[in-house]
T-cell receptor, first 115, second 115 residues
């Protein structure tokens, strides 16, 4: 069965500092991995995803994530935080070749950005 | 044009009442979902429909009954509302069904408060 663990329910950084949000997954088949962002009082929107190919994935708003199979990780980074990055971030895994319809979401990490 | 829309945006009601939430997507997608997000932001899938056919029913109480009149609409009816039903309910859609790492597109959410 697939599962996702996000380390840290809250992360606080200063504006301009590096953002690192951690995600580890468990999957018995090659996974498809996602990061979604949820701004206050809004629905989730896709930041980036890994399906196949290059393990370093670039997304919107300067975010990127690297798929590391040996570490079963898919951490999200951004070199320089902006106030507008303050939001809830969700890592998610999709079963891949066992068929779709079910994506498992992590518990979320709330990112705070200090001025 | 809103891709995935939900009505109402807010819903405040008394315990024991019956209520419905409507969802529509204009993306031409085949699959639609209902998620429940609790007060701790944990996001859990409730139902998934593919071309009007129920695919996933995640041990949701029988008081919750989804209905898909066509593949662009997925409504959620809740009977005999309980305090624990208070949450944000998100509708989402994806092109075919989550296979091969599909992105899901989320609506803005319906905030349900049961008093």
């Amino acid at each position: 069965a697939q599962s996702v663990t996000q380390l840290g329910s809250h992360v606080s950084v200063s504006e301009g500092a590096l953002v690192l949000l951690r995600c580890n997954y468990s999957s018995s088949v090659p996974p498809y991995l996602f990061w979604y962002v949820q701004y206050p009082n809004q629905g989730l929107q896709l930041l980036l995803k890994y399906t196949t190919g290059a393990t370093l994935v670039k997304g919107i708003n300067g975010f990127e994530a690297e798929f590391k199979k040996s570490e079963t990780s898919f951490h999200l980074t951004k070199p320089s935080a902006h106030m507008s990055d303050a939001a809830e971030y969700f890592c998610a895994v999709s079963p891949g070749n066992t068929g779709g319809f079910k994506t498992i979401f992590g518990a979320g990490t709330r990112l705070f950005v200090k001025a | 044009d809103t891709a995935v829309s939900q009505t109402p945006k807010y819903l405040v009601t008394q315990m024991g009442n019956d209520k419905s939430i409507k969802c529509e997507q204009n993306l031409g997608h085949d699959t639609m979902y209902w998620y429940k997000q609790d007060s701790k932001k944990f996001l859990k899938i409730m139902f998934s429909y593919n071309n009007k056919e129920l695919i996933i029913n995640e041990t949701v109480p029988n008081r919750f009954s989804p209905k898909s009149p066509d593949k662009a609409h997925l409504n959620l009816h809740i009977n005999s509302l309980e305090l624990g039903d208070s949450a944000v309910y998100f509708c989402a859609s994806s092109p075919t069904g989550g296979a091969w790492g599909e992105t899901q597109y989320f609506g803005p959410g319906t905030r349900l408060l049961v008093l």
